[in-house]
């Protein structure tokens, strides 16, 4: 019996400092990592999220762009910060789903190190060409594919990226060949494929609609299981008899492993509260995104699956980084 009122005692303790950590949280700035440079789908969100809460909650917030190895960088410094929720990162699935399965070694364990805060939104991916291409559907693309396998170009922000994947399913799918070109980013990838020296580029919705609402380029197909409401007009992969390509980038909130769960649950309430405020909500769907938000479980169980159904896309294709 004396033992079972320690023990209760304990937890009563414990639960006590809990609170007392939420309740006091936070008393210094937190500090939001993005591991892309300032401009970008990823950075905008951040910010967006970021500015938001402080105006709510007179939090103050700092976005610490940390750019490098597909995101790694960032990642591995998150994971290797103090677990005291002063550190977080907002993670996607190119780098905590994907970098796991394309690099032989990472410095950092993206299932052990990191724990999930909250979905943030999904970015799907838009297969676009130049305004003055023959290719008007995905069906023309597929039949001059089939006719001349190897022949077409299609350019990514990179290797491994989720656009690579879209690629190389799309391929499998089809039975196509595609010759894959592979650029750092879309800033020299667009103005290629505008000047005729690649034929398609595959991107998110959000870092590319503003090149397609001007009539720069345009699109072909999205990913999405439905039309996305800004491209209404742009049929998916599956409504073009194109099966199995439904991809897109998840964002996430993530913090190191450890981090008081007191702490956690308050940014997840944070982030779930704000995501249905009208002016965020609007201008997150603006950009072509997706809304999620759930709970952490929600952003473990979902970035898992997609490993897990991924994996063997990239072992298939021998798709590797180091």
Same mark, same amino acid.
């Given at each position: =019996? ?14 006590? &400092?809990?609170?007392? /950590?939420? *309740?006091?949280?936070?008393?210094? +700035?937190?500090? =939001?990592? &993005? +591991?892309?440079?300032?401009? @970008? ?15 709510? !909650? ?9 750019? #490098?190895? @597909? ?17 977080? /990162? ?12 394309? %690099?032989?070694?990472?410095? %950092?364990?993206?299932?052990?190190? !990191?724990?999930?805060?909250?979905? &943030? ?12 291409? +023959?290719?008007?559907? !995905? ?9 001349? $396998? ?6 990514? $922000? ?7 994947? /879209? ?13 894959? /070109? $592979? ?7 667009? +103005?290629?494929?505008?000047?005729? *020296?690649?034929? =398609? %580029? ?12 001007? #009539? ?28 199995? &390509? ?7 909130? =993530? ?40 709970? $952490? ?5 979902? %970035? ?19």
């Amino acid at each position: =019996m004396r033992r079972l009122v320690r023990i209760s005692a304990a937890i009563l303790l414990c639960a006590g &400092v809990a609170n007392a /950590v939420a *309740q006091n949280y936070p008393d210094r +700035p937190i500090r =939001m990592v &993005v +591991p892309f440079p300032a401009g @970008g789908g990823t950075d905008n969100l951040a910010r967006l999220l970021t500015t938001s809460l402080a105006n709510k !909650l007179h939090w103050t917030i700092t976005v610490d762009n940390k750019p #490098g190895a @597909g995101g790694n960088l960032a990642l591995d410094n998150v994971a290797k910060s103090k677990p005291d929720g002063y550190t977080l /990162v907002m993670a996607q699935t190119d780098n905590v789903v994907l970098n796991s399965l394309l %690099y032989g070694k990472l410095s %950092y364990d993206p299932v052990k190190d !990191l724990e999930a805060v909250s979905s &943030v939104a999904s970015g799907p991916a838009v297969i676009v060409v130049r305004a003055d291409s +023959p290719y008007k559907t !995905l069906a023309d693309v597929v039949a001059a594919a089939k006719a001349k $396998p190897g022949a077409l170009t299609v350019a990514t $922000p990179g290797t491994g990226t989720i656009a690579h994947l /879209v690629n190389q399913l799309w391929q499998n799918a089809s039975g196509v060949k595609f010759t894959h /070109v $592979p650029y750092k980013g879309m800033a020299q990838a667009v +103005p290629d494929l505008i000047g005729g *020296q690649v034929d =398609m %580029y595959i991107g998110s919705i959000p870092t590319l609609l503003s090149q397609i609402q001007g #009539g720069k380029i345009r699109a072909l197909g999205v990913t999405t299981a439905k039309r996305s409401p800004v491209l209404p007009d742009v049929p998916t992969y599956t409504e073009s008899g194109i099966r199995g &390509v439904e991809l897109a980038s998840v964002w996430g909130v =993530m913090a190191p492993a450890g981090t008081p769960k007191a702490i956690v649950d308050k940014w997840n309430a944070e982030i779930n509260e704000l995501l249905k405020q009208p002016d965020v909500k609007q201008k997150i769907l603006a950009t072509g995104a997706e809304l999620l938000g759930g709970s $952490p479980r929600s952003l473990t169980d979902l %970035y898992a699956s997609e490993r897990a159904r991924l994996a063997p896309v990239i072992r298939e294709a021998d798709i590797k980084l180091d």
